[in-house]
């Protein structure tokens, strides 16, 4: 089978591209995601000169109008893959997000279905300041009638929104900016991710991490440095956060006893106090210690970096935290 | 009234128009009788006085076009063509109801009719029905969409990022306000900049009309005209159509926001005895066809009412039905603790 | 102002305490020095004082919680201006400073250091989620478990160890037919895991002597003449420390292959208790007179029996001395107490007929004198020849004094 590195924004691009080969209902709307600009991360680059601008449009700045069209495109049989530039901007278009296209179909009994992927990315670490630098999933996790996935890596990536734009529900998905030029090794082949299955990217026996998005990378780097303390450390990436593959959570922490929960969202109401709820009620007598999060600090993001790196979670951060688990710190 | 009526169309469509307005009417009145007896849950915004805008505006589609309209959207839906009993069952909350009683008075849609519903959010309508009006231009085929909304929306976002974005593709979109003076409790001079909406509309660069709201033909006409327009690929208009909900704003409303001079002015324009008169004035119908037709939907009010109330109201655990497309995901998204 | 009142560290290796008895009600007036609580450390119950005068505004912790060192006990109010402290009674203070939250360290005005992991006010004991399972199918109680984790919760590990300890005993199987079974107390449980572990890790060797007391009596008779009480286990417990001073290897502790001789020794008489055999110290005995000696050894032991020992009485001890003479015990060896290196175990004095120096027989006072000695630490000879002095210097008498 042969297989070729690409970078995460390539694989995104691959995933849109193939589809909307594979597809004529499929198109992309957005701002700026034409060539030359490419989409402010590039994630669409080439396809409106592979495609045309038919199929691929820039908007004017108009976010609500923006998610309104692609839910009213999508209402009448179109296969929209819309680029949200950052998941800020969501904000604009809160109640064509949140209780129109999560809602609609609900709401006239099923008749109506929203094969839409909305497409974003967030996140830190580039100092790009409070209004450019957040993760928010736990928003639109909180919102029933989407389903919100969350891709650590570039095979992630590809496959699981090749089944997004495949599905015929609401898909929030959304990318990490730092995680755009991270690179590996993919199939050349085609291949689909599905939704609610967890990826254990590293095994272990000591503790359970579960982690999203760019904490997974940031996860598995403080697992090496635990290793060699002879700590052993699970790694669990749910991948997609709606559904929640809550089994390999479960069994995970069956076999470890201890959980550590890593999301780069702000601490209070974040979607880790999620997974603590869950695995509290349902894999309680498990546990052999209290669960530890590991989140954003409850402050606005500053700009400056190191301030950042401060408020943001930090390798040492988790390590701290297995540690704690195990009675060591 | 417009003399040209009899040369544009056929006695039955004469006729359908004022069959359609009395439907709507009853089911109005009805609507209104049945919530004031507690006998329907939620809220109730009800359109009587505005039924010439939605039969007129809608007569002028044909079956595959597109509508989205507001809370107050039952003249609208009903005059696309929705079930009297689907819609009445759904205001009574049971499971026959158009929407499986998932979503009330204000959110009426029927997906087969090509109605992408009513909507509880000021002017989120407007941006669905450019999607609708987006998929015609994408697929290329002569499709066309009216958003019906009201005062309140003309000073929201939307509307305005909407009609913008209409003219850059050309969009088949047809924007028609339904102009009733007041937005909630709030007159018109004291949300709208300018005394005119229509030159603000022409403003955006689309062909925009002033309509005599309570016209049945006029509304017909203007829409017929916006209509072509946009099938020829020309893109939007805008139509703006004076009319008065009778009405408070929803039930319960003290209607001590309005002159009450100005409600009896109104309500003396009734625009279905103004059509009435008019047919037979012209000798287009007479007063016992009519009668007949006054008949026919009173029956099927009663009829409609009656089976409605009857039905079955919903299982408890049709809540998590009709949520995902996709079940098996979604009976794992929807799992929680309770 | 509130003043707290905290689990008292009555020992070197205390770390957790259990109030038996609160001697006070919340509202009762208290003044320095009187009695508060009875309170159970690892070695013996002891009577805990108030610091202070006041009122006592509240007892925080119930009898028979284990608790660590430094857990708020009580509160009393001294009536005194000063610095409020938080007082929400709800919440336990967080021993352990250095685990602070995240938040903690970037927030200075949060002022609630609640830990969660200190035990709760009930009698619950405070384990985490699995260990309480564990416990339950393993049939383990968890109020005789010691908890390792912060705050003293018990985690599996512990669970798991205290289970593997009890497999050991023969009878702990519930499918026995026991006629009574006695759960060990604190205390007893205790002294049991020291001891197993002593007897498992020392090299015990056992040495024993004669000593003949003509002397030592008379020496005795003459300080009664005097006025002054001595007893024949005064007179040996002197003869020891003497000795002691001479041969250091029995006074150490040995630790990574070294013998660290102590530069005092720090006698532990053992006292039998209706608790169990306690071991009250008696601190720098090298200092004192024979006539001392006696005193502070009546006076500590009377403490004992009553219950009313002191933070100064237990401590851990360079050398240990043990009698069951008055059983009738002739001889008996005693195991040794970590981390001293030897014991002393004293019978009873037995009228015996011996031979003199010329052949005759007269009748003799004969006490048996057995030392058990760590052989890490020392040898037979050293021990041997440490007998010998003791023998002497009581068969010489006067030398004690």
Avoid at chain 2, 203 to 218: I, Q, W
Avoid at chain 3, 278 to 295: H, M, R, W, Y
């Amino acid at each position: 089978m042969s297989e070729r590195e690409v970078m995460f924004r390539e694989a995104v691009r691959d995933a849109q591209r193939e589809e909307m080969l594979r597809d004529k209902n499929v198109f992309v709307i957005g701002e700026d995601v034409r060539d030359p600009w490419r989409g402010t991360y590039k994630a669409t680059d080439g396809l409106s000169t592979e495609f045309g601008l038919d199929r691929v449009v820039n908007t004017p700045i108009a976010e609500e109008s923006l998610i309104g069209l692609s839910l009213g495109a999508a209402m009448a049989g179109l296969r929209p893959v819309t680029e949200l530039m950052y998941i800020e901007f969501s904000t604009r278009a809160m109640d064509a997000i949140c209780l129109q296209v999560a809602k609609i179909r609900y709401m006239t009994g099923g008749q109506i279905t929203v094969p839409l992927v909305i497409r974003t990315q967030g996140g830190g670490y580039l100092a790009s300041g409070a209004h450019h630098g957040n993760s928010l999933e736990a928003w639109f996790c909180h919102v029933p009638g989407m389903f919100v996935a969350t891709p650590a890596t570039p095979y992630d990536a590809k496959g699981l929104l090749k089944t997004a734009i495949r599905m015929d529900d609401p898909v929030f998905y959304i990318e990490h900016k730092a995680l755009y030029m991270t690179k590996q090794i993919i199939p050349e082949d085609e291949y689909l991710i599905p939704f609610g299955v967890a990826d254990v990217k590293r095994s272990g026996t000591d503790v359970t991490i579960v982690a999203n998005s760019r904490m997974v990378l940031l996860a598995l780097e403080a697992a090496e440095d635990l290793q060699n303390e002879n700590i052993s450390v699970e790694i669990v990436d749910p991948r997609t956060l709606v559904p929640l593959d809550t089994e390999k959570i479960l069994e995970s922490v069956h076999k470890t006893n201890r959980l550590v929960v890593v999301n780069e969202g702000v601490e209070r109401c974040g979607w880790a106090a999620e997974v603590v709820a869950m695995v509290q009620k349902r894999g309680f007598s498990d546990l052999d210690a209290p669960i530890e999060r590991v989140c954003t600090r409850n402050t606005v993001l500053p700009f400056q970096p190191d301030l950042e790196k401060f408020v943001l979670p930090s390798k040492a951060d988790i390590i701290k935290a297995v540690k704690t688990t195990m009675g060591k710190e | 009234m417009n003399k040209n009526a009899e040369k544009m169309l056929p006695k039955e469509k004469l006729l359908e128009m004022y069959q359609k307005m009395v439907r709507i009417r009853n089911f109005e009145q009805a609507a209104h009788r049945l919530y004031t007896s507690g006998k329907l849950p939620g809220f109730m915004h009800l359109s009587v006085g505005q039924e010439a805008t939605s039969v007129g505006a809608c007569n002028a589609l044909r079956d595959d076009d597109y509508i989205t309209t507001t809370h107050r959207g039952h003249g609208d839906v009903l005059a696309k063509g929705v079930s009297f009993e689907a819609a009445m069952a759904e205001l009574f909350g049971k499971s026959t109801g158009i929407c499986k009683a998932k979503g009330g008075s204000m959110h009426i849609a029927d997906v087969s009719k090509n109605i992408f519903g009513a909507n509880g959010i000021v002017a989120a309508g407007i941006p669905i029905a450019l999607g609708a009006a987006f998929s015609a231009h994408y697929r290329k085929n002569d499709r066309v969409t009216i958003s019906f909304f009201g005062d309140g929306a003309s000073a929201s976002g939307p509307l305005h990022e909407s009609m913008n974005m209409a003219m850059i593709w050309k969009l088949p979109i047809i924007f028609v306000r339904t102009n009733n003076l007041y937005a909630e409790s709030t007159p018109q001079a004291d949300f709208q900049g300018i005394p005119d909406i229509v030159q603000w509309a022409a403003g955006y660069g689309m062909p925009s009309y002033s309509v005599d709201g309570n016209n049945v033909l006029e509304v017909y006409e203007t829409t017929v005209k916006a209509v072509a327009h946009a099938r020829a690929g020309n893109g939007p208009s805008f139509l703006n159509c004076r009319t008065y909900r009778w009405y408070g704003h929803n039930i319960g409303d003290p209607g001590t926001d309005r002159p009450k001079d100005e409600i009896e002015a109104w309500k003396a324009k009734d625009p279905i005895k103004q059509y009435q008169e008019y047919l037979i004035d012209n000798k287009l119908a007479s007063l016992s066809e009519i009668e007949a037709i006054d008949n026919q939907e009173r029956e099927l009010t009663e009829k409609s009412i009656e089976r409605a109330e009857k039905a079955a109201a919903p299982a408890l655990d049709s809540v998590f039905e009709g949520l995902y497309v996709d079940t098996v995901l979604g009976k794992k998204a929807i799992q929680g603790d309770r | 102002m509130l003043v707290e009142i905290q689990m008292p560290r009555m020992g070197q290796s205390m770390e957790e305490g259990t109030v038996i008895k609160w001697l006070v009600k919340e509202g009762d007036p208290i003044k320095k020095g009187d009695p508060l609580a009875e309170i159970e450390t690892d070695k013996a119950v002891i009577t805990f004082e108030s610091s202070t005068d006041g009122t006592i505004k509240e007892l925080v912790v119930n009898e028979g919680v284990v608790v660590p060192v430094g857990t708020t006990l009580s509160l009393i109010e001294d009536g005194k201006e000063g610095a409020t402290k938080v007082t929400d009674t709800s919440t336990l203070k967080n021993v352990e400073k250095k685990e602070k939250s995240n938040n903690e360290s970037v927030t200075p005005a949060d002022s609630s250091t609640f830990n969660n992991n200190l035990p709760s006010k009930t009698s619950r004991a405070n384990a985490s989620p699995l260990a309480k399972r564990l416990a339950h199918e393993m049939g383990v109680d968890l109020l005789k478990v010691i908890g390792s984790r912060p705050g003293g919760m018990i985690s599996k590990e512990d669970v798991l160890r205290f289970a593997d300890q009890i497999s050991k005993v023969p009878f702990a199987s519930a499918e026995t037919e026991t006629k009574k079974n006695i759960p060990l107390t604190k205390m007893k449980l205790v002294i049991a895991e020291r001891l197993t572990q002593s007897k498992q890790s020392i090299p015990h060797f056992y040495v024993t002597i004669d000593v003949d007391l003509e002397s030592a009596l008379k020496l005795r008779e003459s300080l009664k003449r005097n006025g002054t009480e001595v007893t024949i286990n005064d007179l040996i417990i002197r003869g020891a420390v003497l000795a002691l001073q001479e041969f250091q290897n029995l006074n150490s502790t040995f630790y990574e292959n070294q013998v660290i001789q102590h530069s005092h020794v720090d006698m532990a008489i053992a006292v039998s208790v209706n608790e169990g055999l306690i071991t009250p110290v008696i601190k720098g005995c090298d200092q004192f007179s024979l006539v001392e000696l006696a005193q502070k050894t009546k006076a500590m032991v009377d403490r004992a029996r009553s219950g009313a020992l002191s933070g100064e009485d237990i401590d851990v001890g360079t050398f240990t001395i043990s009698n069951l003479g008055m059983f009738g015990v002739k001889e008996f060896t005693a195991i040794i107490n970590p981390p001293q290196v030897a014991i002393l175990a004293i019978g009873r004095v037995q009228q015996l007929p011996v031979f003199d120096s010329n052949g005759n027989l007269k009748s003799a006072q004969i006490v048996n004198l057995t030392i058990s000695a760590d052989h890490r630490a020392t040898d037979g000879v050293e021990a041997a020849k440490f007998l010998q002095r003791v023998k002497v210097l009581l068969e010489d008498g006067f030398a004690l004094l």
